[in-house]
C-alpha cells in the first residue's frame, strides 16, 4: 500500500469515526445511540469505492464504539460497517459515466447498506442479549438511524458531485 493510500484510508477513518462520535442521540431501548457515521459511510463507498468504504466504515466505526463507551459493539460493528461500505462500494461502482450522481445504483447502494445494518445489527444484538425478540426492537431505531444517514448521503453527495469530487478523488487513487 503506497503513502498516499495509507494517508486516505486514515483520514477516512477519522471522518468516520468523528461523525459517528459528534452527534449522538442515546436510544435506552437498544443501548445505543442514532448518529451520522452511516451518511459519512455512504459518501465513502459511492465516492472512493468498495475497499475504501469497508475499512472506513469497519475500523471508524468500530473505533467511535470504543470511544464512546460501547466497546462490547465494537467487533459486530467492525463487521456490519465494514461489509456495509463495501456493498456500497461495490454497488455503485458499477454507475458507469459519473454525469448523475442521483442514479439507480446509488439508490440501491444506498437502500442495502441501510438494509445490511438493520439486520447485522439485529443479528448483533440477538447474539449479545441472548434473544432475538429483545434485538428485534431495535430494528425501529436502525432504520431511522439509516434513512437519515441516506437523506444526509443525497444531500451531501449532490454537492459533491456539483464540485466534481469524481475527479479530484480518481487524481489521488
Not at 469505492?49 to 471508524?60: H, K, P, Q, S, T
Not at 467487533?75 to 462500494?89: A, E, N, S, V
Request: one cysteine or more; glycine letters at 14%.
Amino acid at each position: 500500500m503506497k503513502t498516499k493510500e495509507l494517508c486516505i484510508h486514515g483520514l477516512l477513518i477519522a471522518l468516520v469515526a468523528v461523525c459517528t462520535m459528534v452527534f449522538q442521540i442515546p436510544v435506552s431501548a437498544t443501548q445505543g445511540y442514532v448518529h451520522l457515521g452511516d451518511s459519512m459511510i455512504l459518501l465513502v463507498g459511492v465516492f472512493f469505492g468498495a475497499r475504501y468504504g469497508m475499512v472506513a466504515g469497519g475500523i471508524g466505526s468500530a473505533l467511535a464504539d470504543v470511544l464512546s463507551g460501547y466497546s462490547h459493539w465494537a467487533p459486530f460493528t467492525l463487521i456490519i460497517k465494514g461489509l456495509m461500505g463495501w456493498l456500497i462500494g461495490k454497488i455503485a461502482s458499477g454507475a458507469g459515466s459519473r454525469a448523475k450522481f442521483y442514479t439507480g445504483r446509488n439508490l440501491l447502494a444506498a437502500f442495502v447498506g441501510v438494509a445490511w445494518m438493520v439486520f447485522g445489527y439485529f443479528i448483533g444484538g440477538g447474539i449479545l442479549k441472548s434473544s432475538f425478540a429483545v434485538a428485534a426492537t431495535s430494528i425501529p431505531e436502525n432504520i431511522v438511524q439509516g434513512v437519515a444517514g441516506a437523506v444526509i448521503f443525497f444531500v451531501v453527495g449532490a454537492a459533491f458531485h456539483k464540485a466534481n469530487i469524481y475527479k479530484i478523488v480518481s487524481e489521488q487513487q
